[in-house]
């Protein structure tokens, strides 16, 4: 069996501050990690990945995500986060052999001026 | 536009009543998912197909759901006899092979 968990429902960070909204997984096998966000009233747009290679993954819009083996964890982060990053961040995961997400309950990122 | 789209965007109907879905995914994507979001909550996968084929459907997919895509190409998800339970927001992703899924606006049903 698969699963996230996003333990934090929101994160709070004021304008221009890094953010991190975490995420730890548990998946039989390497795990392929994902990153979508959520604005109101709309779908899930792709983020990032993380599936081999580099610990270190970046993404669109300045974000990043960093895969830990050790934590099960892939943190999602930006260095200085704007008002508009203001939304709902799902993680997700998915074993290597199979194809169905596997998301978390979501974090709601609010960024405030 | 060449992502994924989905109609109707907003669904409104009565309990009992039968609705129908329709996905247009990424033109080149063969591989077509269907997940259902409800408030609060992360989407949950319910079926997905490659080309023609359903190859899964999750427990969640009642017997009183079903889906198609005759062609390879859109997807149809019908639910006979609605429940209140039914009321989520259902979205659909498109892939090739076993790459990124990139979802559709979605679908809001909300049954009265």
């Known amino acids: 069996a698969q699963s996230v968990a996003q333990p934090e429902d929101q994160v709070n960070v004021a304008e221009g501050n890094p953010l991190t909204v975490k995420c730890t997984y548990s998946v039989s096998g390497n795990p392929y990690l994902f990153w979508y966000v959520q604005y109101p009233n709309r779908g899930l747009q792709f983020l990032l990945k993380y599936i081999t290679g580099d610990n270190l993954v970046k993404g669109s819009y300045g974000f990043e995500a960093e895969f830990n083996k050790s934590q099960t964890s892939f943190h999602l982060k930006k260095p200085s986060a704007l008002v508009s990053d203001s939304a709902l961040y799902f993680c997700a995961v998915r074993g290597n052999s199979g194809y169905a997400l596997n998301f978390g309950k979501g974090t709601s990122l609010l960024v405030t001026p | 536009d060449t992502g994924v789209s989905q109609d109707p965007r907003h669904k409104i109907t009565k309990r009992g009543q039968n609705v129908t879905f329709r996905c247009d995914p990424i033109?080149?994507?063969?591989?077509l998912y269907w997940y259902r979001q409800t408030l609060g909550q992360g989407p949950e996968f319910l079926t997905y197909f490659q080309n023609e084929a359903q190859l899964e459907k999750s427990r969640l997919l009642s017997d009183r759901f079903s889906a198609e895509r005759p062609k390879g190409s859109f997807s149809t998800l019908e639910i006979q006899r609605t429940e209140q339970g039914d009321s989520a927001m259902y979205l659909c992703?498109?892939?090739?092979?076993?790459?990124?899924?990139?979802f559709g606006p979605g679908t809001r049903l909300t049954v009265l």
């Open positions: 992703a498109s892939s090739l092979v076993s790459d990124t899924q990139y």
């Open positions: 033109s080149e994507h063969n591989r």
